[in-house]
């Protein structure tokens, strides 16, 4: 297991907690929502953790990575290897579930009596988006050990300066 992948795992089993403290607090208990915004945090750290490594092995090329090998070349500009981290679903995931989680912490900061089942709601798509970078995320190993020397690279359909912004912007959207 990589490091990337430990992260992901840490996102997910918090989110978990989270949903259900999150439902224990909308459900009138009140013991469950200081543990939920504990288990939210620790999702955040991790998606943010998991997100800072996927850039980190980017950068430094580490093609031992299927993703790295996928979507970015030793050839390419450096802003096209920062858009390489939503060139393919896996990465395009783990960014959703960054920016979702990132504004799901400004949404905990409103005193409202129906905020603990906003941040439910809020979460449910956030412990699909973190199952799924569990299971198929972008820090699989090569199988087998065949490192390649370079990586395929960005598709070229991709390779537009607007790349570089379009998701994330779109992705706020969505969150």
């Known amino acids: 297991m990589s490091l990337g992948q430990l992260f992901c795992w840490i996102a997910f089993l918090s989110s978990l907690v989270a949903g259900l403290a ?22 955040w750290l991790g998606l943010f953790a998991a997100t800072a490594f996927l850039w ?21 500009p450096a802003h096209y290897v920062f858009a390489a981290f939503w060139g393919g679903q896996e990465g395009t995931f783990l960014l959703w579930a960054l920016i979702t989680c990132t504004l799901g912490l400004v949404l905990m900061r409103f005193r409202h009596s129906l905020t603990a089942a906003a941040m439910f709601f809020l ?14 995320g972008p820090f699989l190993l090569i199988p087998g050990g065949r490192v390649p020397y370079d990586g395929q690279g960005l ?4 390779q537009d300066p607007w790349m570089t912004i379009h998701p994330p912007v779109l992705f706020t959207g969505f969150s």
């Open 123 to 136: 979460n449910v798509p956030l412990v699909m988006l973190n199952l799924v970078t569990v299971m198929r």
């Open 56 to 76: 980190r092995i980017l950068f430094t090329h580490q093609f031992r990575y299927e993703y790295v090998a996928s979507y970015s070349s030793l050839s390419m």
């Open 155 to 158: 598709n070229p359909l991709l």
């Open 22 to 43: 999150f439902m224990a607090a909308a459900g009138g208990r009140s013991d469950g929502w200081r543990p939920a915004r504990i288990a939210y945090r620790i999702q």
